[in-house]
């Protein structure tokens, strides 16, 4: 997989920064890992957020600037970037804001039970990115040719 990033067209990098940086924006502002007064968090981010948020949003961003052939193929790897992103923002946002979770476990379950697992969680986020974009570097090799 190493060799398929270092044969990638300098166009590609190009395009996955600023897509990286929309896809660190999109999870990163509700889940208040950047300070807006538009969100609140009452339990502060830990420093393991901050490099889920950074790893998944540069394996969003690469998924997205590889441009796949059309396949019904490169659907499901859409869908899986889209899964893989809604993970992240889940293993990354408060505990106790996701109501969902809430609802289930109530706070003090969120705290005790869910807080933990999120490391889990994200690191299951950066698996399914990790996944999906090595079917999208085999999907671009096949389709990609030399001028």
């Known amino acids: ?62 998924i997205l600037a590889i441009r796949p052939g059309d396949s019904p193929e490169s659907e499901r790897q859409e869908t899986r970037t889209l899964w893989g992103g809604f993970v992240s923002f889940l293993a990354v946002g408060c505990p106790v804001c996701n109501q969902a979770v809430v609802a289930l476990v109530g706070t003090s379950g969120a705290l005790s039970w869910w807080a933990p697992v999120q490391p889990v969680v994200g690191l299951a986020a950066v698996g399914l990115l990790t996944y999906t974009l090595r079917l999208r570097l085999r999907t671009y090799s096949l389709t990609a040719c030399p001028v």
């Open 1 to 62: 997989m190493v060799d398929a990033l270092r044969s990638l067209e300098r166009s590609v990098w190009v395009r996955a920064l600023p897509l990286a940086l929309v896809a660190a924006i999109v999870i990163a502002i509700p889940s208040d890992l950047v300070d807006t007064p538009i969100f609140g968090r009452p339990v502060p981010p830990r420093s393991i957020d901050y490099v889920i948020l950074a790893v998944t949003a540069a394996l969003i961003g690469l």
